[in-house]
């Protein structure tokens, strides 16, 4: 595999666990310095460094929680601070709550748009600032879901998020195109990894949605790391203001039961 993020650092989100880690590994085995990030699992952080030094890799971990302002701000000075730069931002961390439409709490419909999409929005528009001031170029891949596209029910408020996503990175892609930054979305399917522990343990729902999926299993981690990895590079220079989707077929088989 060439390296071909040397010299680029890049910052991703949630990158304690799940689709976050691997992109992290993925990123820093091509090259990248990497930025962990997490809110609350700092095990889990020191294990996605632990398995990029391994592999003769750089990264630094900065806790913050995306759902701050001030923290997301912190993310991107403290990047700057100890790596003088910042090329890529994967805006990896999400969430999702599970409730009948009609039992959604406030502070649960917060929970989920404040990390899944006002997060995004504002830790993005600090990375923006210091490319605009450093007069530098970016990439900037919104972790999304099938379901920015496909309906979830019991998962409103995760899909309003994921909705609101596509048109951000679609108008972000417009707005920042004349700086040199693209902006595209990954939008994974059913990929096993702890957001969706509960069905993972819950075999009758699990088999039903395996009979969704054309390619008949669940995504790995890596399946969408390998795409990070390919938007984060100088061979997607041209892409921007769309969104991948990475889910074994399960969005083009809608089909009547
Ligand atoms: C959700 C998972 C779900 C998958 C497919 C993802 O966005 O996080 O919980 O299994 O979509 O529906």
Redesign the pocket.
């Known amino acids: 595999m060439p390296s071909c993020l040397t010299s680029k650092v890049a910052i991703v989100t949630g990158s304690s666990s799940g689709i976050g880690q691997a992109i992290a590994i993925r990123l820093a085995s091509e090259g990248a310095t990497v930025v962990i990030n997490y809110r609350s699992g700092s095990d889990g952080a020191d294990e996605t460094r632990a398995s990029i030094e391994a592999a003769g890799g750089k990264a630094i971990i900065v806790q913050a929680d995306v759902a701050k302002t001030s923290d997301t701000q912190k993310l991107i000075d403290d990047t700057y601070s100890q790596l003088g730069r910042c090329d890529i931002l994967i805006n990896n961390a999400g969430i999702?709550k599970k409730a009948a439409f009609w039992d959604v709490t406030e502070a649960d419909y917060d929970t989920v748009l404040d990390i899944n999409l006002r997060g995004v929005f504002f830790l993005t528009q600090s990375f923006v600032r210091k490319l605009r001031d450093t007069k530098t170029t970016g990439r900037i891949i919104n972790i999304s879901?099938?379901?920015e596209d496909l309906v979830?029910p019991n998962f409103a408020s995760y899909c309003a998020a994921k909705g609101g996503i596509r048109m951000l990175m679609r108008n972000l892609a417009v707005e920042l195109g004349p700086l040199g930054i693209t902006v595209n979305n990954i939008a994974?399917?059913?990929i096993s990894t702890p957001?969706?522990k509960s069905?993972l343990e819950d075999k009758p729902k699990l088999n039903a949605?395996l009979a969704n999926i054309p390619l008949g299993r669940l995504g790995t981690t890596d399946d969408v790391a390998s795409l990070a990895a390919f938007l984060a590079s100088d061979e997607a220079a041209y892409i921007t203001g769309s969104t991948y989707v990475v889910d074994g077929g399960?969005l083009r088989n809608y089909h009547e039961q």
């Open positions: 999702e879901s099938v379901h979830f994974p399917g059913a957001i969706n069905l949605l399960l």
